[in-house]
T-cell receptor, first 111, second 114 residues
Framework: NAGVTQTPKFQVLKTGQSMTLQCAQDMNHNSMYWYRQDPGMGLRLIYYSASEGTTDKGEVPNGYNVSRLNKREFSLRLESAAPSQTSVYFC??????????FGSGTRLTVV | DQQVKQNSPSLSVQEGRISILNCDYTNSMFDYFLWYKKYPAEGPTFLISISSIKDKNEDGRFTVFLNKSAKHLSLHIVPSQPGDSAVYFCAAEYSGGGADGLTFGKGTHLIIQP
């Protein structure tokens, strides 16, 4: 099925460990996004990529890096995980006419 | 400073009745508004949207109303069904801002009671 695929679905990290969350879309969308969702906080934008080759900070970028590998893939990296980064992470892509499609999320726990 | 506010964390409605979810925004630059529905362990899914040039948009059981002067929008679900139980997020964007993403409210957990 067409859409946004995120891997992994679940991950437990120790404080200080690093990891990369993967995201791929097969809808030929130009723009891609990483959000985090915390209890009672809604979704907050971490980073986005308006088009292949560009990335920009969102509302809460500290502690994260991103790579727009190609038009399909947009990865989110935690270089040194902290307990404050325990969250559910959602990747999304945006079509030309403004429709956003979200992945099913990655639930990350940092202990 | 929260630019999109959903002041009701939860709402309980009887099956068959109308559900009304409210959303307020502070940024007057926002000109496109969306509602997303989210089930546990799934990503948000698009429900309905409205442009600032309109004051109403309808899609089946779902209607969104926009009051620009009050910076307020609402989602009406009629009649409410058990499958409507979910968290609903209000989101907004400024279309002239490029592709810099949506700003979300904190969500309202809608519970449809039989």
């Amino acid at each position: 099925n067409a859409g946004v695929t995120q891997t992994p679905k679940f991950q437990v990290l120790k404080t200080g460990q690093s990891m990369t969350l993967q995201c791929a879309q097969d809808m030929n969308h130009n723009s891609m996004y990483w959000y985090r969702q915390d209890p009672g906080m809604g979704l907050r934008l971490i980073y986005y990529s308006a088009s292949e080759g560009t990335t920009d900070k969102g509302e809460v970028p500290n502690g994260y890096n991103v790579s727009r590998l190609n038009k399909r893939e947009f990865s989110l990296r935690l270089e040194s995980a902290a307990p404050s980064q325990t969250s559910v992470y959602f990747c999304a892509s945006r079509g030309r006419h403004g429709g956003y499609t979200f992945g099913s999320g990655t639930r990350l726990t940092v202990v | 400073d929260q630019q999109v506010k959903q002041n009701s964390p939860s709402l309980s409605v009887q099956e068959g009745r109308i559900s009304i979810l409210n959303c307020d925004y502070t940024n007057s630059m926002f000109d496109y508004f969306l509602w997303y529905k989210k089930y546990p362990a799934e990503g948000p899914t698009f429900l309905i949207s409205i442009s600032s040039i309109k004051d109403k948009n309808e899609d089946g059981r779902f209607t969104v109303f926009l009051n620009k002067s009050a910076k307020h929008l609402s989602l009406h679900i009629v009649p409410s069904q058990p499958g409507d139980s979910a968290v609903y997020f209000c989101a907004a964007e400024y279309s002239g801002g490029g592709a810099d993403g949506l700003t979300f409210g904190k969500g309202t957990h809608l519970i449809i009671q039989p």
